[in-house]
C-alpha cells in the first residue's frame, strides 16, 4: 500500500529514487516460497518434455540468494545442466554492446543527439521508403532529420531487423548486403548507405539491426574490434571469462545444446542446416554487437550486478553513474508511449526494456530494466528491491519462452 500511495502522490518516474532513499524494500529478503515457485515451475517444465533445462540465479544486496540447475544441457546423452554451462544468449548482447558504447561516451567520443552520420559519413544522406519498386529499385523520401545515436540506441532511428524478426524487402536488403552473414561489420553496415530507412526517425520504436550498428560504431570510436574491445574493457575487468563471440574448444563439453518440444518430445535443433544464429563454436565473420555472445548465468550476473551497482563491481568503475541513469531511463519520444506488444507497461532505454506499469508487467517494479535473447534466456535489473535475475534456457518455442519469463515474474512479485 505504501508504494502505491507513493505511485499515486509522485508519479512513476520519481518513484524508484524515493524507494531508494527511503532503502525501501517491498520484499526484505525473498521469500523461500518465491524462489521455490520458480523452481517448481521450470521443473515442472522439464518434467513435462517441454524444456531441456535451465540455470537460474537470483540475487539481492550483492548476494546470491539462488543458485539452480535443473535438466539436461545434453538430453541425448542425459549430460545435466551445470552451473556453469554456457549458452547462446543471442539478444542478451545488445545491453552488452550499449555498455561499450556508453563507455566511449563517458569518454567523450560521442553524444546521445549527435547524428550518426557524424561519426559515420558513409551513412550520411539516408533516406525512407515509400514502397518498393519490382525491379528492386525503391521509392523514397527524404528524412525529416538525421538519425541521432539516441535513436539508434533506443530502436526509434528507422531501422528494421533482417529475416527472421524482419520481412519485407528492406530485411531481404539487409541479407543481401551480407548484414548478419559473411561479411564483417566494416564491409557490411557501409551497404545501409543504399537502402532505405523502413519509416522516419523518431516516430516509431521497431526492433532492429541498430545494434549491430552500434557494434559497427564503437569500432570507428575505439579503433578496435569489437570482440578485443568487449574483453578489454567489459568481460576481463568484471571476469567474465566464459562470455565469448563462440566457444572455445576446451570449453565445449559445458556448451547447451537446443531444443524444441515437438510432439511430446524435444527436437534438438542447434544443429539444424540453419540453425539460429550459426555454429557458435568457432570466430565468427560477423562479430554481432545484436545477438552474437554465448556466457554462463554466472557471467552474466556479474554483468547485470555492476549495472545494478551504478556502474562498478568490485572496485572496477566500467560506466559512470550518469552512463547508467541514461540507459536505465525512458529514452522514447514525446510521441511513442510504449514499445508495445508483447511488452505491455515498457518503454525503452538505452539497450534496455525499462517497466513504466507494473500493474500489468506481473508487479516487476517500475524502473525495472531487462532482456532476453530469442533461445528463451532472459534477466533483469530491479533497482527498487536491489535484485538481479537471471534464467538461461535454450529453447526455440518463442511463445513458451515468454510463458516462463512470465511465470517468473509472477512467481517472485505477486
Same mark, same amino acid.
Given at each position: @500500500? +505504501?508504494?502505491?500511495?507513493?505511485?499515486?502522490?509522485?508519479?512513476? +518516474?520519481?518513484?524508484?529514487?524515493?524507494?531508494?532513499?527511503?532503502?525501501?524494500?517491498?520484499?526484505?529478503? &525473498?521469500?523461500?516460497?518465491?524462489?521455490?515457485?520458480?523452481? %517448481?515451475?521450470?521443473?515442472?517444465?522439464?518434467?513435462?518434455?517441454?524444456? $531441456?533445462?535451465?540455470?537460474?540465479?537470483?540475487?539481492?544486496?550483492?548476494? &546470491?540468494?539462488?543458485?539452480?540447475?535443473?535438466?539436461?544441457?545434453?538430453?541425448?546423452?542425459?549430460?545435466?545442466?551445470?552451473?556453469?554451462? &554456457?549458452?547462446?544468449?543471442?539478444? !542478451?548482447?545488445?545491453?552488452?554492446?550499449?555498455?561499450?558504447? @556508453?563507455?566511449?561516451?563517458?569518454?567523450?567520443?560521442?553524444?546521445?543527439?549527435?547524428?550518426?552520420?557524424?561519426?559515420?559519413?558513409?551513412?550520411?544522406?539516408?533516406? =525512407?521508403?515509400?514502397?518498393?519498386?519490382?525491379?528492386?529499385?525503391?521509392?523514397?523520401?527524404?528524412?525529416?532529420?538525421? #538519425?541521432? =545515436?539516441?535513436?539508434?540506441?533506443?530502436?526509434?532511428?528507422?531501422?528494421?531487423?533482417?529475416?527472421?524478426?524482419?520481412?519485407?524487402?528492406?530485411?531481404?536488403?539487409?541479407?543481401?548486403?551480407? &548484414?548478419?552473414?559473411?561479411?564483417?561489420?566494416?564491409?557490411? @553496415?557501409?551497404?545501409? %548507405?543504399?537502402?532505405?530507412?523502413?519509416?522516419?526517425?523518431?516516430?516509431?520504436?521497431?526492433?532492429?539491426?541498430?545494434?549491430?550498428?552500434?557494434?559497427?560504431?564503437?569500432?570507428?570510436?575505439?579503433?578496435?574490434?569489437?570482440?578485443?574491445? *568487449?574483453?578489454?574493457?567489459? *568481460?576481463?575487468?568484471?571476469?567474465?571469462?566464459?562470455?565469448?563471440?563462440? =566457444?572455445?574448444?576446451?570449453?565445449?563439453?559445458?556448451?547447451?545444446?537446443?531444443?524444441?518440444?515437438?510432439?511430446?518430445?524435444?527436437?534438438?535443433?542447434?544443429?539444424?542446416?540453419?540453425?539460429?544464429?550459426?555454429? *557458435?563454436?568457432? %570466430?565468427?565473420? *560477423?562479430?554481432?554487437?545484436?545477438?552474437?555472445?554465448?556466457?554462463?548465468?554466472?557471467?552474466? !550476473?556479474?554483468? +547485470?550486478?555492476?549495472?545494478?551497482? %551504478?556502474?562498478?563491481?568490485?572496485?572496477?568503475?566500467?560506466?559512470?553513474?550518469?552512463?547508467?541513469?541514461? #540507459?536505465? $531511463?525512458?529514452?522514447?519520444?514525446?510521441?511513442?508511449?510504449?514499445?508495445?506488444?508483447?511488452?505491455?507497461?515498457?518503454?525503452?532505454?538505452?539497450?534496455?526494456?525499462?517497466?513504466?506499469? $507494473?500493474?500489468?508487467?506481473?508487479? +516487476?517494479?517500475?524502473?525495472?530494466?531487462?532482456?532476453?535473447?530469442?533461445?528463451?534466456?532472459?534477466?533483469?535489473?530491479?533497482?527498487?528491491?536491489?535484485?538481479?535475475?537471471?534464467?538461461?534456457?535454450?529453447?526455440?518455442?518463442?511463445?513458451?519462452?515468454?510463458?516462463?519469463?512470465?511465470?517468473?515474474? $509472477?512467481?517472485?512479485?505477486?
Amino acid at each position: @500500500m +505504501a508504494v502505491n500511495y507513493l505511485k499515486s502522490r509522485l508519479g512513476r +518516474a520519481f518513484l524508484i529514487t524515493v524507494l531508494s532513499l527511503l532503502n525501501y524494500s517491498s520484499f526484505a529478503g &525473498i521469500e523461500q516460497t518465491r524462489l521455490d515457485a520458480v523452481e %517448481k515451475d521450470l521443473q515442472g517444465r522439464v518434467d513435462e518434455g517441454k524444456l $531441456s533445462g535451465a540455470v537460474i540465479m537470483i540475487a539481492q544486496d550483492g548476494e &546470491i540468494q539462488m543458485t539452480k540447475s535443473l535438466g539436461y544441457q545434453n538430453v541425448e546423452d542425459q549430460i545435466p545442466m551445470r552451473d556453469d554451462t &554456457i549458452f547462446r544468449i543471442f539478444s !542478451m548482447t545488445k545491453p552488452v554492446t550499449g555498455t561499450a558504447l @556508453m563507455i566511449l561516451h563517458d569518454e567523450g567520443r560521442f553524444t546521445l543527439d549527435d547524428p550518426l552520420e557524424k561519426h559515420l559519413p558513409e551513412l550520411a544522406d539516408l533516406r =525512407v521508403a515509400i514502397s518498393a519498386n519490382d525491379d528492386g529499385t525503391w521509392e523514397t523520401e527524404p528524412t525529416n532529420h538525421p #538519425m541521432t =545515436v539516441r535513436e539508434l540506441m533506443s530502436h526509434t532511428g528507422g531501422l528494421i531487423y533482417f529475416p527472421p524478426l524482419g520481412n519485407g524487402p528492406i530485411a531481404q536488403a539487409y541479407v543481401e548486403a551480407g &548484414i548478419g552473414g559473411d561479411a564483417t561489420l566494416a564491409e557490411s @553496415m557501409p551497404q545501409l %548507405k543504399n537502402i532505405p530507412l523502413d519509416y522516419q526517425p523518431g516516430t516509431k520504436w521497431v526492433y532492429s539491426i541498430s545494434v549491430d550498428v552500434q557494434g559497427y560504431l564503437i569500432e570507428r570510436l575505439s579503433g578496435q574490434n569489437l570482440d578485443e574491445f *568487449f574483453k578489454e574493457r567489459i *568481460f576481463d575487468p568484471l571476469g567474465m571469462s566464459d562470455t565469448a563471440f563462440f =566457444v572455445s574448444p576446451e570449453k565445449l563439453y559445458r556448451f547447451s545444446r537446443m531444443y524444441t518440444p515437438a510432439n511430446g518430445n524435444l527436437l534438438r535443433t542447434d544443429n539444424l542446416a540453419a540453425g539460429l544464429g550459426g555454429s *557458435f563454436t568457432e %570466430k565468427p565473420v *560477423f562479430l554481432a554487437g545484436g545477438h552474437g555472445l554465448t556466457a554462463t548465468a554466472a557471467d552474466y !550476473m556479474k554483468f +547485470a550486478q555492476m549495472h545494478l551497482n %551504478k556502474g562498478t563491481l568490485n572496485g572496477s568503475r566500467i560506466l559512470s553513474e550518469n552512463a547508467i541513469d541514461l #540507459m536505465r $531511463s525512458n529514452q522514447l519520444p514525446a510521441t511513442v508511449p510504449e514499445i508495445g506488444q508483447p511488452y505491455p507497461g515498457n518503454v525503452f532505454g538505452l539497450d534496455f526494456a525499462v517497466v513504466e506499469n $507494473s500493474d500489468i508487467f506481473q508487479g +516487476a517494479p517500475v524502473g525495472t530494466h531487462w532482456w532476453w535473447g530469442i533461445a528463451g534466456s532472459w534477466f533483469w535489473i530491479d533497482p527498487v528491491n536491489n535484485t538481479v535475475f537471471i534464467g538461461m534456457i535454450q529453447n526455440n518455442d518463442i511463445l513458451l519462452s515468454l510463458q516462463i519469463h512470465r511465470a517468473a515474474r $509472477s512467481a517472485i512479485y505477486e
